[in-house]
């Protein structure tokens, strides 16, 4: 799989949401394009990733 140009290679099957939890990122501030789809959160629990998937993670940053 690629994470935002790196290769990860995936060692068991496993959700868009555990994937995240195990790379500490904090959901609520991000948002995940897989594939050219950008990902609603509310699915982040049902997307099964495999490692044939590109996925694009953006933070939102604040500012002024």
């Known amino acids: ?7 990860i290679s995936l060692n068991k099957s496993q ?5 995240l939890q195990s790379q500490s990122i ?3 501030t991000i948002a995940v394009e897989r594939n050219g789809e950008i990902i609603p959160r509310s699915t ?9 998937d590109t996925l ?3 933070r939102f940053v604040g500012g002024g």
């Open 26 to 28: 904090e959901i609520n």
């Open 44 to 52: 982040y629990q049902n997307v099964v990733l495999s490692d044939e």
């Open 56 to 58: 694009e993670i953006v």
């Open 15 to 19: 959700t868009l949401f555990d994937f």
């Open 1 to 7: 799989m690629k994470v935002n140009g790196t290769l």
